[in-house]
């Protein structure tokens, strides 16, 4: 594949891209194959080491905004024939209730790790704040010269301390997780729009 023809595949799979950021990427991949090739590279042999056409817009893409992608890809192609309109109109009661009903468990069950992931930091503070009390404890205790009542509350108080140390370290890579995990399914999400855009090429 030559400078022309990279390019050309380039520009067709950034159909997601305003023109202007569109322009500026074909410039910018021009002038790195250009490079390239006053190293003493052939056309094809920068094209290669640059990477597949596919390959650099499908990362451009995913840093593009998920509202941008679907917004694109639900565009229609083609104008829509009447009893297509009709059609959809009349379904829309039941796909568009669907759509509501998944997005909103989805939504649901997100929120909800959340809040179990909220109450196990709110557990783990209420502990902390028990092993504080567990040391006031053992000082009233001693002005009042009851030496095994206060052994026992620093006792209780280092013990809630403990856990709650440990359930702090664990919430927290919970969270480090959770957050991850949804980057991954936002990505995930994207490449779909992204793969039906170049399925839609290919035909």
């Known amino acids: 594949m ?3 023809d990279f390019l050309s595949e380039l520009e067709k799979r950034l159909d997601c891209v305003c023109k202007e950021e569109r322009d500026k990427t074909l410039v910018y991949y021009g ?12 056309e094809e042999q920068a094209v290669l080491e640059i990477g597949t056409p596919q390959r650099i ?11 941008t992608l679907v917004k ?13 309109i ?15 009903a998944a997005v909103a468990v989805v939504i649901s ?26 040391v006031v404890c053992l000082v009233v205790y001693l002005i009042q ?31 480090k997780g959770l957050v991850k995990a949804s980057k991954a399914i936002f990505i995930g999400i994207k490449s779909c729009f992204i ?4 399925k839609y090429e290919k035909v």
Do not use: H
């Open 57 to 67: 817009a499908e990362q451009i893409m995913l840093d593009l905004p998920l509202k």
């Open 145 to 175: 010269a009851n030496v095994g009542a206060g052994l026992f509350m620093l006792g209780a108080g280092l013990v809630c301390a403990g856990i709650a140390a440990l359930m702090i370290v664990v919430n927290n890579l919970v969270a």
């Open 2 to 4: 030559n400078k022309i």
């Open 195 to 198: 793969k039906k855009g170049v």
């Open 72 to 84: 694109n890809r639900l565009k229609p192609k083609r104008a829509l024939g009447v009893w297509e």
């Open 31 to 42: 002038e790195m194959i250009d490079d390239r090739v006053e190293d003493g590279l052939t």
């Open 86 to 100: 009709i059609l959809i109109v009349l379904g829309s009661p039941i796909w568009l209730s669907l759509m509501i």
């Open 109 to 134: 069950l997100y929120a909800v790790l959340w809040a179990v992931l909220v109450v196990f930091y709110a557990v783990g503070a209420s502990l902390a704040i028990g092993g504080l009390v567990g």
